[in-house]
């Protein structure tokens, strides 16, 4: 499977971005899990959102419930993070990641991921 992140780009705090991850190469999308992570410099690399495969369970990290939205659309084989109120510490590069089953909110449980798309907030 492959991922291709775009979206990213820089933002005035309280902006909004819609981040889109396509997958490639692989079959059946809707029996992925797939998950939004993000690293900004010096930290670890975290778990920021995640879907199930058909769309019915999403999950968040607290620093972002109330303002990022996951979906996904089976039919393009396209995940999306809508991303509102952003802040400066949501500054960072943006990964998506697939995973054959159930999504998980661990980095280390997710096979695929595409290279990532850089978000800056401004202050």
């Known amino acids: 499977v492959q991922l291709q992140a775009s979206g990213g780009g820089l933002v005035q705090a309280g902006g909004s971005l819609r981040l889109s991850c396509a997958a490639s190469g692989g079959t059946f999308f809707s029996t992925y899990g797939m998950g939004w992570f993000r690293q900004a410099p010096g930290k670890e690399r975290e778990f920021v959102s995640g879907?199930?495969?058909?769309?019915?369970?999403?999950s968040y990290v607290d620093s972002v419930k109330g303002r990022f939205t996951i979906s996904r659309d089976n039919a393009k084989s396209t995940v999306y993070l809508q991303m509102a109120s952003l802040k400066p510490e949501d500054t960072a590069v943006y990964y998506c990641?697939?995973?054959?089953?159930?999504?998980?909110?661990?980095?280390?449980?997710?096979?695929?991921w595409g290279r990532g798309t850089q978000v800056t907030v401004s202050s």
């Open positions: 990641a697939a995973l054959p089953g159930y999504y998980t909110d661990s980095k280390d449980d997710y096979p695929y």
């Open positions: 879907i199930s495969g058909r769309g019915g369970s999403t």
